[in-house]
C-alpha cells in the first residue's frame, strides 16, 4: 500500500500526483477485477516502481500537460484571470475596489498604475503591469499559514489544470478499459449465464468515469477555479 501522505509537499500530491494517479484508476480496477493474477504480479512491480521514482514521473507528467494547457485556456479566456481582473473594461470585480487594488499595488510595487485611456489605448503594455502586480502577489503569498485560502485555492486550480491536461489520456484509458470489461463479461457469460455481480458494477464505475470526462471534466471547470485563485490573490490585498 502506498502511502501518498507521506509526501511532505501537499501541492505536489494534491495537485499533481492526484490527477496521474485518477487517469491510471480505470485501468487499476480493471486489472483488479477482471485480471487478478496480472494484478497481484502488477502490485509487486508498482511498488518496485514507485521506489524508482513513478509517483514523481506522474506528477511531472500531469504538470507539464496541465502547463501545456493552461496557455490555450488563457488565450480563450482573455488572459490570466488574475491579470484580467485587473483592466478597467473587466467588471468581474466592482470599480471602487478595483481602483483601490490599483492604488495599494502601485505604492507597493512602485510600478504606477495605468489610466483607462492608456489601458484602451495600449492594452498589450496595461497587461504587463497588470501582469508585474500579479506576479508580486503571488511572491507575496507563499505562506501557506499566513494565506491558507489563496493555497487552497491554488491548489484547487492546480488541480482541475492537471487533470484537464491529462483528459483525453484518462477517455483513453477508460475507453479501452470499459472495452476489456465488456470483453471478459462476454466471456464469462459464454461459460456460464449466470456474471457475479462486481464486474458488471466495475463496468457501471468505469462508464461512469467516462461520462465525468466528457461532460464534467472540461474548459469552464478549470475555469471556476482559476477565477477563484485570482480573486484570493486580490483579496490578499485586504490583509
Not at 29 to 51: C, D, E, G, N, Q
Not at 88 to 110: A, C, E, V
Not at 118 to 146: C, H, M, Q
Request: charged share 20%; with cysteine.
Amino acid at each position: 500500500m502506498i502511502d501518498l501522505t507521506k509526501i511532505a509537499d501537499p501541492y505536489e500530491r494534491k495537485a499533481r500526483i492526484y490527477p496521474g494517479l485518477i487517469c491510471l484508476f480505470p485501468l487499476l480496477i480493471t486489472v483488479f477485477v477482471a485480471y487478478p493474477k496480472i494484478f497481484h504480479l502488477w502490485s509487486s512491480l508498482v511498488a518496485l516502481s514507485v521506489s524508482f521514482g513513478l509517483l514523481q514521473f506522474l506528477a511531472h507528467l500531469a504538470r507539464d500537460r496541465g502547463k501545456r494547457m493552461e496557455k490555450n485556456l488563457f488565450q480563450e479566456w482573455d488572459g490570466m484571470p488574475s491579470v484580467r481582473f485587473f483592466r478597467f473594461r473587466d467588471q468581474t470585480i466592482p470599480n471602487p475596489i478595483k481602483q483601490r487594488y490599483h492604488s495599494l499595488l502601485s505604492q507597493k510595487t512602485g510600478i504606477n498604475a495605468p489610466m483607462s485611456d492608456f489601458e484602451s489605448n495600449k492594452p498589450t503594455e496595461a497587461d504587463e503591469i497588470y501582469l508585474s502586480w500579479s506576479d508580486y502577489l503571488r511572491g507575496k503569498t507563499r505562506s501557506v499559514n499566513k494565506y491558507p485560502l489563496v493555497f487552497k485555492e491554488n491548489v484547487n486550480y492546480g488541480f482541475r489544470r492537471n487533470l484537464y491536461g491529462l483528459r483525453n489520456l484518462c477517455l483513453l484509458v477508460s475507453i479501452v478499459c470499459l472495452l476489456l470489461i465488456i470483453a471478459k463479461i462476454y466471456q464469462l457469460y459464454q461459460a456460464s449465464p449466470s456474471i457475479g455481480a462486481t464486474i458488471i458494477s466495475t463496468a457501471m464505475i468505469i462508464a461512469v468515469y467516462l461520462l465525468i470526462f466528457l461532460f464534467i471534466v472540461n474548459k469552464n471547470w478549470v475555469k471556476m477555479t482559476a477565477d477563484a485563485y485570482a480573486r484570493q490573490l486580490l483579496e490578499s490585498l485586504n490583509t
